[in-house]
């Protein structure tokens, strides 16, 4: 199993990014997905939850009306539009599948700064 994510970057307050993550090595129409973010010093929190077939999202309540996931089974990648950004957005944003066991990629950094 691997999840790269991509995307993040240097936004200013109010901005927008898309971040991706390509996954393999599984059925990927088959599982649901999830993005956490984690900022220093603090753990790892749900941001968004997508089912297998896309059709029942959940959100945290900070990120609600202002971030969007989505997936295309076709491509085995699962993504979450950021809208509206805020500094306390910043965070390394991680994808996870559980296929048995936990599985996380590498993270990609977003930080939001004026």
């Known amino acids: 199993v691997q999840l790269v994510e991509s995307g993040g970057g240097l936004v200013q307050p109010e901005g927008s990014l898309r971040l991706s993550c390509a996954a393999s090595?599984?059925?990927?129409?088959?599982?649901?997905m999830s993005w956490y973010r984690q900022a220093p010093g603090k753990g790892r929190d749900l941001v968004a939850a997508?089912?297998?077939?896309?059709?029942?999202?959940n959100y945290a309540e900070a990120v609600k009306g202002r971030f969007t996931i989505s997936r295309d089974n076709a491509k085995n990648m699962v993504y979450l539009q950021m809208n509206s950004l805020k500094p306390e957005d910043t965070a390394a944003y991680y994808c996870?599948?559980?296929?048995?066991?936990?599985?996380w990629g590498q993270g990609t950094q977003v930080t939001v700064s004026s």
């Open positions: 997508i089912t297998s077939a896309g059709d029942i999202t």
């Open positions: 996870r599948v559980v296929y048995g066991i936990d599985y």
């Open positions: 090595g599984f059925t990927f129409s088959r599982y649901a």
